[in-house]
Structures are given as structure tokens and as C-alpha cells.
């Protein structure tokens, strides 16, 4: 019978080390820190040795995500425009909801 050992020596190499990394919410300081070092270094194009470049105990993964979807400069956070809404609200009303098209299989 094969160990969680053989296991995790089959297939790819983990991303990090699954016992040092910071798992949960984020902090506002753990925030500053990748938002600084980005924004000074850029990614390098390789976000499996960015947290430990930035002093974070975070993995790779996680810092892409909180970047791309949280904290890029050019992300708009807040509600919709009057305009947006009425745009969503047509489109909603002439084509429907995406799962109202799709087939029943």
C-alpha cells in the first residue's frame, strides 16, 4: 500500500513548503509588502520565488491571486455606474441568464 509519502513524491514538485507557508485572510501589511515590491521590482515573470524575494510567507499562488484580483492599480473596486447597470439589465433581459441557453445534457 502506498505511504502520503509515495504519494507526494509521484508527479509534480510542490509548489512550496506546505508547513511554513501562511494560510487565511491576508493583512494589510502582508498587502503593502507585495504591493511594494511589485510595484519596485515587477514579477520577474515567476511567482514561486516572488514571496520569499518579498518577505513574505506566502505561496506563489496566493500572491499572483491577491495581485490580480485585489490589488492591481488598475482594478476598479465599488459598485456599478448607472450607465453599467442599465447595460447588464438589457443584455440580461434580451439574452438571458448564461444558463438559460445552455443544453440540458
Known sequence: ?????????????????????????????????LKDYIEKQGTGGNWITLPRKAGLRRC????????????????RHGDFTEEEDNIICSLFASIGSSNSSSPAW
Open 1 to 33: 500500500m502506498k505511504t502520503e509519502r509515495d504519494r507526494r513524491e509521484m508527479g509534480r514538485a510542490p509548489c512550496c513548503d506546505k508547513e511554513n507557508v501562511k494560510r487565511g485572510p491576508w493583512s494589510p501589511e502582508e498587502d503593502a509588502k
Open 60 to 75: 506563489g499562488k496566493s500572491c499572483r491571486l491577491r495581485w490580480l484580483n485585489y490589488l492591481r492599480p488598475n482594478i
